[in-house]
């Protein structure tokens, strides 16, 4: 799908039509190779615009052909005979040129890109490099430093700083096929004038029809970019992305289809480029990653039990929100909402607090304002200690302290208040949101909103729904939160809803391995090669040991009767590992006292090291309680504690709690730094095999029959026996094990 036009007498007009990002889908291929051989063959045609349908460029490669057979024109070449055409060629670019999207203006002979337009080549996030010419083409254009930054990274740029890095030619105010089209006639119009004639007479080696020679804006006939630091500049990169996406392939790969840019002619750089993406493009990493693609957008497409859904519920408009609390989530969650452009109220309950809020809230949104460049918008914010000013807001965020009885006196101090259908939003990360709707006066219109620390920074925001919460409350929180830039899941009422309800099997499986002979340090090593960003122990570290702790006193698990020489490993009915209290009644709260599972130069300081007295505390325990201490691979590490959280998924999937798997794996991605190229726990259970997982977790269960959750949930059994559909047909077998229940 490309419609072809004559415009303007001597232009032919290609435009890509496959909304909504015109991706180069076979037929789209096809279309343009058909139209460029007709542009080539007919006389009256001069120059070639491309561009795309609605206001957007190309969005790349068709995603969705990889998972299937490919079929139609391949890129390369089809690139290569634009590149190749004798007539001068321009790549209009609006809205975005991404991936194969700019491979293909960049086998253009100029580009021209509008204000708004993004760029990019952002194939590493799908666990691949941009194979159509991309890594032989952009450094010969940019050189390698700046080529290797964008491919390593897949960073999207504005048109400005396109033009800044050689990207494009030329930024056009208004539409980029208009002044497309203006280029394209400057550069066919050098033929009627007398310099024309003067450069027909010089270049002897490729002249276009009109006489402009292409030949010097052929990128791949540019010579290697070698300079005699590019070793270094290479291996620096190398390192880089090594550090940065620990195990994933894909951006080792793309350093060295650029180092190849660097050392080797275009044909055999571009034979490397095949070669690395031929294995990218076969490996597990790469579905991974296309998976956690399309699960991020699906995550949009909530529905709740009831058959409400995203496509049939209106969301309220949020123009004036309130915040309640200023504290690190308060924070937080104000600068996200006034960067969305929403006016604040945010309230504290004691002027110091208040002051100290403003301050931090502040010095946040300046110094966010002075890395873009903008005024910030502080004329948005009102700080008050008075919950009179909320009376006029459309919604309320509560982010007190995660206490039950607090919280319930805000919301019903809040209905005296505000205006009778103002939603009420609780940023609690795990209490009842029915119980504490129960003590408001609009129980449809209480939702909770789980924001993740630190709420401007992190992406996720689990949307709770209650027994009560009306559809329109929740598209008002999925759309609010989408306005805050966050990927939004709409998830069930339960204890620790769905992130944090897998955390704690999670932590359970990491600390008993502690107790059975494991070191914090072996079981974030395993962890981090594993691809995790950091270990749970320096998690637990950086998150503060007290806040669990006070969960878990709340919960009951901790009481006076609990021994404090020798506490007890039963508790409720299960084992339980004191090791964390242990730690915590020794003042180790993590980060912020200098000491928690490692220790730290001083408070506050975030290099983690091995703390040889934790080393000395875990033997006198083991010795205590009789534990003799054995080796624990980095192989059971890796399995007790996915296999726990997936396991657990699968119960939350049951009790429906979450609507798919593919929520679950864009929680545990987005909230949880779950590694991008093992796709989630959900997609990683698949990947490795549901019948492997449920062997093992019945092997675990009958080795630690003392912790149940170890056991293999119903829909795992279910869904082994039923022969392991892939993860997209588990859905379908959720409601087969409904019905039979
Ligand atoms: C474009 C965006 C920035 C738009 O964002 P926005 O927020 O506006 O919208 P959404 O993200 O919600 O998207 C709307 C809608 O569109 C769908 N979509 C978006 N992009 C694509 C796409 N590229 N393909 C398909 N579908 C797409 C999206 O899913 C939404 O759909 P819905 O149903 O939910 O409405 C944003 O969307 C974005 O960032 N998109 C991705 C951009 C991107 O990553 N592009 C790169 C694609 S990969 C690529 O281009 C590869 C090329 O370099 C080269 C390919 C060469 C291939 C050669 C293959 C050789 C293999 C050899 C192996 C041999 C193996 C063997 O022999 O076995």
Redesign the pocket.
Known sequence: MARYARVKGSIALITLTNP??N???AAVRRGIVESVSRALKDEQVKAVVFCGENE?FC????????SGS?SGP???PMIHSIEAGEKPMVAAIE??A????L?LALGCHYRVANTKA?L????V??G?????G?TQRLPRLIGIPAALELITT?R?VSAQEALQLGIVDQVAQGSAVQAAMELALSVIGVCVCMLCVYVVCVCIYCVCVTGQPLNPRRLSLRAPVWAPDVDGVCDAALAQVKQRSRGAMAPVACVQAVRAAAMLPYSKGMERE?QL??TL??SGQARAMQYA??A???A??WSLPNGSQWNNTRARDVQRAGVIGLGTMGRGIAVSLVKAGISVVAIEMDAKQLESGKKAVTAMLQRDAQRRGVSPPLHLLTFTLSFHQLRDVDLVIEAVFEDMNLKKRVFSDLCKVLRANALICTNTSGLNVDELAAVTDRQPLVVGMHFFAPAHVMKLLEVVYGSRSSPEAVATAMALGKRMEKVCVAVGNCSGFVGNRMLKLYLDQSVYMLEEGATPEQVDQALEEFGFAMGIFKVSDLSGLDVGWRVRKASGLIGPDVDPVKPSRWRLGRRYCPLPDMLCQQGRFGQKTGRGWYLYDSPGSKEAKSDPEIQTFLEDYRRKYGIIPRRITSQEVIERCAFALANEGFRILEDRIAASPEDIDVIYLFGYGWPRHRGGPMFYAGQVGLSVVLEKLEHYHRVHPDVPSLEPSRLLRRLVAEGSPPIQQWKSHIKNLRSHL
């Not at 990019?120 to 194939?123: A, N, Q, S, T």
């Not at 691949?128 to 159509?132: E, H, Q, V």
């Open positions: 909504p990002v991706a180069l889908s957007k969005g790349g490669a068709d995603i969705k052909e990889f490919m391949p890129l390369v809205g975005v991404l991936g194969g999207g491979e993004r990019g080549l952002p194939e996030t799908l691949l490099l941009p194979a159509a991309g897949g999207h095949r993406m031929d493009f076969r693609f399309f991020q957008r699906n949009g497409k």
